[in-house]
């Protein structure tokens, strides 16, 4: 099974340019998520999709950062314009709940942001 | 809001020695979870915990769930060089996934 899928893997920015970071979840997971990991802290959740849907975006910096799941499948995440302390890395999940209720978030590679 | 909070930051064992890191949460929570993020790589999933007092075992990583299902711990017995990396908790609230900061293990070969 394809696990989750991102790109750019790296990507280095001068701030105030714009970014766009691209994921494609597990097939036939309906959640997927939008983390972002600052060196040496755990992952932030940014945006949860379920579908095409947005479930909670709270912690999403609107006026800089939007996000979208068009079809309900990939999903992209963009930033504009980008700050110094954007740089970070950009994980997306996708899970799945099972019939017994458990849901397992599934972390692609990440997006590591470098912005000068 | 609601808190997870992780203790130690870091630690450095010898290779054999064991390791604890202790995860604690400010609500109740009606699962934790774990998680571990090799250098440079992904969180992986390890294991949900979702019973109060609830411990399980995977080889050498024995987890625990506290009964008042507030905290948690991961203890690995004997590390090996492989166990390096940052262990992370994590527990619902409000819907979405709340993630401590994270314990990194360093072990000396």
């Known amino acids: 099974e394809a696990g989750v899928a991102q790109s750019p893997r790296y990507k280095i920015i001068e701030k105030r340019q714009s970014v766009a970071f691209w994921c494609n979840p597990i097939?036939?997971?309906?959640?997927l998520y939008w983390y972002q990991q600052i060196l040496g802290q755990g992952p932030k959740l940014l945006i949860q999709?379920?579908?095409?849907?947005?479930?909670?975006d709270s912690q999403l910096p609107k006026d800089r950062f939007s996000a979208e799941r068009l079809k309900g499948v990939d999903s992209t995440l963009k930033i504009q314009p980008a700050k110094l302390e954007d740089s970070a890395v950009y994980l997306c999940?996708?899970?799945?709940?099972?019939?017994?209720?458990?849901?397992?978030?599934?972390f692609g590679p990440g997006t590591r942001l470098l912005v000068l | 809001g609601q808190q997870v909070m992780q203790i130690p930051q870091y630690q450095h064992v010898q290779e054999g020695e064991d390791f604890t890191t202790y995860c604690n949460s400010s609500?109740?929570?009606?699962?934790i979870q774990w998680y571990k993020q090799r250098p440079g790589g992904h969180p992986v999933f390890l294991i949900q915990?979702?019973?109060?007092?609830e411990v399980k075992k995977q080889k050498r990583l024995t987890f625990q769930f506290g009964e008042a299902k507030k905290n948690s711990s991961l203890h690995i017995t004997a590390t090996q060089t492989t166990d390096v990396g940052t262990y992370f908790c994590?527990?619902?609230?409000?819907?979405?996934?709340?993630f401590g900061q994270g314990t990194t293990l360093q072990v000396k070969p």
């Open positions: 609500t109740t929570l009606s699962n």
């Open positions: 999709f379920q579908n095409n849907g947005v479930v909670d």
């Open positions: 999940a996708s899970s799945l709940v099972t019939s017994g209720g458990k849901e397992t978030q599934y």
């Open positions: 097939s036939g997971h309906a959640t």
């Open positions: 915990l979702v019973k109060s007092g």
């Open positions: 994590a527990g619902p609230g409000a819907g979405k996934l709340i």
